[in-house]
């Protein structure tokens, strides 16, 4: 019974979306790992996280932000680059699924 109840509280809480909506703001955020040989042997190692909010302005423009906090080795002990970076982004709806886009930054990375 506990849980019918919290479901149906979660269903009445959730926004019912309409088709006219427009989405204004939408947040990606997730792991960056990548690996890559190094000139004198072995492996140098990035991994960390990412934060992209995105301002939709109309239906094909936006606006990103890029904000990287990456942990580096066997570079250095201890070694972070952080990246912030912005920009405008075009897209536009093809078919029902597909939305191809371009889009194009500038910023700032500090190690």
Not at 58 to 79: F, R
């Amino acid at each position: 019974m506990r849980s019918l109840v919290a479901i149906l509280l979660l269903l009445f809480c959730c926004g019912v979306s309409h088709a006219d909506e427009t989405q204004v703001f939408s947040l990606t955020g997730g792991w960056i790992y990548v690996t890559a040989a190094q000139p004198e042997g072995g492996r140098a190692t990035f991994h960390g996280r990412y934060v992209i909010p995105q301002y939709h302005i109309n239906d094909n423009w936006s606006i990103i932000a890029e904000n990287d906090n990456l942990y580096v080795s066997p570079v250095a002990v201890g070694t972070n680059q952080h990246v912030f970076i912005a920009g405008p982004l075009y897209g536009r709806n093809v078919g029902k699924r597909l939305y191809p886009f371009v889009f194009g930054e500038r910023g700032r990375s500090r190690i």
